[in-house]
């Protein structure tokens, strides 16, 4: 007695369903299409991840790049020029987000004298102003060599040439103190 052919769906003489939904063989399949998959998701996910980091790295890069801290020059001299008029020459350096410090400082004083002649029919008066670098700290309040400044109270500051006329008379003068 011949059925005829077998179909996938039929019983075989094992007991087992071939090709069914319960064949052992076909869930074998999808437990290692499975496993292939988890193992896919977690590769891409870990490679998205590293893409955010290294995004977040660039970006915090560039913006540093762009703040006022990258501009102040640690091996030169800045003019630190405030907005109650007063200009302070030294290191400046960020302290926060806020604040700067500004240490090893010089400000310029005016130190004027007059001379007079008198003749008969006129007489002349001219004033001559020399400039002085004066060291802080010799102030009658005693201050430190240090200043911490609001970023606010900063108009702009400048990166001063290391042979500039006022970088050249800090050295002057720190050499003769040593």
């Given at each position: 007695?011949?059925n005829g052919?077998?179909?996938?769906?039929?019983?075989?003489?094992?007991g087992?369903?071939?090709g069914?939904?319960?064949d052992?063989?076909?869930a074998?399949?999808?437990?290692?299409?499975?496993?292939?998959?988890?193992?896919l998701q977690?590769i891409?996910?870990a490679?998205a991840?590293?893409?955010?980091?290294?995004g977040l790295?660039?970006?915090?890069w560039?913006y540093?790049?762009?703040t006022?801290?990258s501009?102040?020059?640690?091996?030169?001299?800045?003019?630190?020029f405030?907005?109650?008029?007063?200009?302070y020459?030294?290191k400046?350096?960020?302290?926060?987000?806020g604040y700067?410090?500004?240490?090893?400082?010089f400000?310029?004083?005016?130190?004027?004298s007059?001379?007079?002649?008198s003749?008969?029919l006129?007489?002349?008066?001219t004033n001559?102003?020399?400039?002085?670098?004066v060291?802080?700290?010799?102030?009658?309040?005693?201050?430190?060599?240090q200043?911490?400044?609001?970023?606010s109270?900063?108009?702009?500051?400048?990166?001063?040439?290391n042979d500039g006329?006022?970088s050249?008379s800090?050295?002057k003068?720190l050499?003769?103190?040593?």
């Amino acid at each position: 007695m011949d059925n005829g052919p077998v179909r996938i769906n039929d019983l075989v003489p094992n007991g087992r369903n071939v090709g069914g939904v319960n064949d052992p063989r076909r869930a074998n399949l999808k437990a290692n299409g499975k496993k292939k998959r988890g193992k896919l998701q977690r590769i891409l996910i870990a490679v998205a991840g590293l893409a955010v980091v290294l995004g977040l790295a660039a970006g915090g890069w560039f913006y540093y790049k762009s703040t006022v801290a990258s501009q102040i020059d640690g091996g030169e001299y800045q003019a630190v020029f405030l907005t109650n008029g007063q200009v302070y020459f030294g290191k400046l350096q960020m302290l926060s987000d806020g604040y700067m410090r500004l240490s090893n400082i010089f400000y310029l004083q005016a130190q004027s004298s007059s001379a007079s002649s008198s003749s008969s029919l006129q007489s002349t008066s001219t004033n001559t102003s020399d400039v002085q670098l004066v060291k802080l700290g010799n102030e009658i309040h005693g201050p430190t060599d240090q200043m911490i400044v609001s970023k606010s109270q900063v108009l702009f500051f400048e990166n001063l040439k290391n042979d500039g006329k006022v970088s050249s008379s800090i050295v002057k003068y720190l050499d003769t103190k040593k």
